[in-house]
């Protein structure tokens, strides 16, 4: 008799156990649903500008690709400071054509970010903004003005590099980007960063095939 209760109450306790489980499983997919469908957080600056401030979302659906959107009341200006940092499984990135500033450290870390677009309003590419990802190729558009330190700085698949007619100032912006094959430079460009160590890795990596620029007859330019 005391063995049957046992056994009864043995199964009463499976049961159990097996619809809590249940339960907490449907609340934890609820939620990430609901992170899914918002998967950004906006927020307005210190110029009233609506900005992308952080992106809690790992990106999981068979392209690893992430579009962000303008809500249908704000149009978002910029991505602000380590908003993608350590993303490590988004692979594309589609971002607004209102985009005018990506800050520091943006998208820092981004080890699988193989492809985004770089807005036709974008103006400012903040320091170390896209350090240590994975983006072969880089075409600015004719709207940059200010590339800041190190942004593209730790990229090892780097190849080709075009820099926007415009931008006045070389920083050292490709620190580490070993495998650059093609930097194109702009006749706007007036200044260089006094950065030897910069100046040594274009020149050791241009050596066999230099192409002068007028504005700049001592710099020696990839084409």
Known sequence: MRKGINQIIAVIMAVVLMFGTVACGNDKNK???????????????ENGETVLTLCKISVSNSKNELVIENPEDKEIKGIAEGAFAGNSTVEKIIL?????????LAFRGCSSLEEINFPSSLTIVGSASFMGTAVEEVVLPDTVVTIEPMAFANNTRLKKLSINEGVTRLENIVEGANNLKRL?????????AEDFKFLYYLSKKIKKRIKRSASLPFMPVLS
């Not at 194109?184 to 260089?192: D, G, K, M, S």
């Open 184 to 192: 194109y430079l702009p006749a706007t460009i007036t200044e260089i």
């Open 31 to 45: 939620e990430i649903a609901i992170e899914e469908q918002n998967p950004i957080e906006l927020e307005t600056d």
């Open 96 to 104: 607004p054509d209102t985009i005018e500033h990506i800050d520091k």
